[in-house]
């Protein structure tokens, strides 16, 4: 309503209180941020809304489905509350000047692998951005952007800023870029088909999977690739990458496997359509995504996946953080 009231208030927090007067109903308390980690900040009674800098629409679409607050500077809103709700994502975007310079997705696909690079490394490692494009397998151009990028989020260091070529650029702290990273992806992005396979026994159904997929390009994750890595956590349903050069259900079809919303079978394409396969390795005669999607993928997947994603953090990555090679 025209009545109601905005009131900024003091910031903290690394972002600022803000207040909705309403005429007839509550104050709305809101904690406007561009932390990435602004879930684990909140506070009783406050509402933390995500400031976006950039316009990525993909970015705005997986909040708005995971009711995570956020305004978009380029003029899209989306609040809820207990007592409030606002939806704006409708509206056409404001162009504007932007002299801060537009910001670079870190996490698309080509760009996520300098991020993959940089968790799958020693913290004690110091990289010039040559060196950690040359190691990531893309051009410097892009590391470049990727690191600029990453530095405004305050997720990565350079311990000679404006130094070009000598600069000397390390990770403080990997979990707060993974942690950032699945504030922007879950495994859903994925397209998926569940089908009714011939499963049984899902271990035994791994063993098996080579000969199925004979001649295909596949890489097992979530519960079923980290078994293979990490084991912890039990699992019925296998998920697996998939290659499918027509669409999910031809791929299916053409084995045999109906499509079934009680199958045990999981056929996904890639969201990162070339990263994923880049990165991926064999485990034991199967393929198998890395350690790094393996967790990504399972950090939201709701049967103990984020207890798997921590399980692996703790044995395969920890170790590689705090390693001197």
């Not at 509402?47 to 970015?59: A, D, G, I, Y």
């Not at 489905?65 to 007592?83: E, H, M, N, Q, W």
């Not at 020693?122 to 990531?136: F, I, K, N, V």
Request: glycine content about 6%; some cysteine; overall charge positive.
């Amino acid at each position: 309503p025209a009545e109601a009231r905005i009131e900024s208030g003091p910031t903290r927090e690394r972002g600022e209180d803000v207040k909705i007067v309403l005429p007839n109903g509550p104050d709305v308390l809101l904690w406007l941020t561009t932390s990435r980690s602004f879930s684990l900040k909140r506070r009783a009674k406050v509402t933390p809304v995500l400031v976006l800098r950039t316009k990525s629409s993909r970015e705005r679409d997986q909040l708005r489905r995971r009711c995570r607050s956020f305004i978009d500077l380029a003029g899209a809103a989306y609040v809820k509350t207990p007592s409030f709700y606002l939806d704006r994502t409708d509206l056409p975007p404001i162009r504007m000047a932007d002299s801060h310079g537009r910001g670079s997705d870190p996490y698309s696909d080509k760009a996520s692998l300098v991020v993959r690079t940089l968790l799958t490394t020693p913290t004690s490692r110091r990289w010039s951005t040559g060196d950690l494009a040359s190691h990531a397998g893309v051009n410097t151009s892009t590391a470049s952007r990727v690191l600029r990028e990453l530095s405004r989020r305050e997720l990565v260091r350079d311990e000679r800023p404006g130094q070009g070529r000598k600069s000397s650029i390390w990770l403080p702290d990997p979990e707060a870029l993974l942690e950032d990273w699945t504030q922007v992806y879950t495994w859903e992005d994925n397209r998926r088909l569940r089908v009714a396979a011939p499963v049984g026994s899902s271990r035994a159904f791994i063993s098996r999977m080579k000969r199925l997929l004979a001649g295909e390009q596949w890489a097992l994750t979530l519960q079923a690739g980290a078994s293979l890595v990490a084991p912890h956590a039990k699992f019925d349903v296998v998920h697996t990458y998939v290659d499918a050069r027509d669409s999910l259900e031809t791929f299916a079809l053409h084995r045999g496997w109906e499509p079934t919303s009680a199958g045990k079978l999981y056929l996904m394409s890639p969201f990162y359509a070339k990263s994923v396969w880049r990165q991926s390795r064999t485990v034991r005669g199967t393929p198998v995504v890395d350690t790094v999607q393996l967790v990504l993928d399972l950090w939201n997947y709701p049967v103990r996946g984020r207890e798997q994603a921590s399980h692996l953090v703790e044995t395969v990555l920890r170790p590689i953080w705090q390693s001197d090679g």
